[in-house]
């Protein structure tokens, strides 16, 4: 057993397209302040059909596999809600797109935004029994509520993939951890429906009161060591949602002497600051969304150092949630260099609410038995070239 598991390599994808959440407010004859202040979104990506959850999921995973990882990963877990087929799991696809050898394991795993956090802990625990094998963990979603819906302006799209080793580069992950299952609705997606269906203020509630739930327990077991937690990562549904789960938490009743938590959590404040830099530009990307959060936290904080100890919240609605801590490792800042970051984020092309609403429509292709599918000449990265009698190929270019 090896106690020392944790997340080796992390890199983030979202689509080339975005649409600008001003521009989106005055399609909806709404105060874009809404949207920029009171959810405080700035941007949106946007998938074009060319793209779905295991192109954007190996597009993720490309920036950071070797030929090593290749030959030590013994499984691909892909975490998603927005699964296109009931039986042959994403992670079959990215297994072949990568190249990873034939012995290794593939499936899929479900809960709401939770499943990226179930993954990577089944990952976690694999390498623990087995501290010379890797696993590869991929989170990837398209957030649909539908156009014209309340929902609508927390939409988005993207992946994150995350090799797990027992010599982690970037945060080793401490064994104990804290959840909660609440069998609720506050979102949900029933088989037959392309979109979620929502009660949005209630789910803001119940993400709070879930937060104060972990929390509680991480307080009852470890005390004052609480202290030392110097950031956290958060879930973000839209950004403004960490803030307000901080906020709850200000106002809840806790064992901590009232000072020291009003201290910690000014805090964690200051540090969510750069935890949402890429949320407020992505919008939400369901079960990649906290490890967004979490790479955008170590790429944008200038503050924070080899060993410090950081939370990490995942909520998937319906409802289960996790906090869990771990250490930044020596070097961790050179291992994110080589990733997507801020300049992937300003690569990307505008495009106009029209041309959003038609890639939004075009998603329905989906469904056709047989289509190939057209990309731009300038697209770089794993593609959906066709589907042929139902069954999805795709290429790189
Ligand atoms: P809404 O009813 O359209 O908006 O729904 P609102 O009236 O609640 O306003 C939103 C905020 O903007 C409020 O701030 C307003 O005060 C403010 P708050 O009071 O909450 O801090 N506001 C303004 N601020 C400045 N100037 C203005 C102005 N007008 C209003 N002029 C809602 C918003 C998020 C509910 C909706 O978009 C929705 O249903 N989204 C989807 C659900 C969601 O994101 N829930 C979050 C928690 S659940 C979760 O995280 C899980 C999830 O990721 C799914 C999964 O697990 O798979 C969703």
Redesign the pocket.
Known sequence: MSNKVGIDKIAFYSPDYYIDMVELAHARDT?P??YT???QQDKMSVIPVWEDIVSMGANAALQIIDDKDRESIDQVIFAT?SSFDYSKSAATYIHNMLGIHSGAKSFEVKQ???GGTAGLMAGFDYVRANPERRVLVVAADIAR?GLHT??E??QGAGAVAMIISSEPKILSIDAQSFSRTDDQY??WRPSHSPV?L?D??F??Q??ADSFINVFQQAEEALGTDLNQVKALAF?L??T??AK?ALTALSDAETKMDEKMRARLIEDWQEQLNAAIVYGKQVG?T?TA?LYISLMSLLKESDSLKAGDKIGLFS????SVSELFFGNLVEGYQEQLEKVSGQKDLDERLQISIPDYEKYFGDRDLEYEANIDFEIPTDYVGFYLAKIDEHRRYYDFK
Do not use: Q, R, W
């Open positions: 105060d302040n809404k202040i009171g959810l809600e709401a935004c939770y509520y309340s929902g302006p927390t506050d979102f979620a929502v949005g203020h789910s803001n119940l993400y879930h549904p839209y403004k949602m307000k939400n369901y969304s909520y998937g609605s319906g």
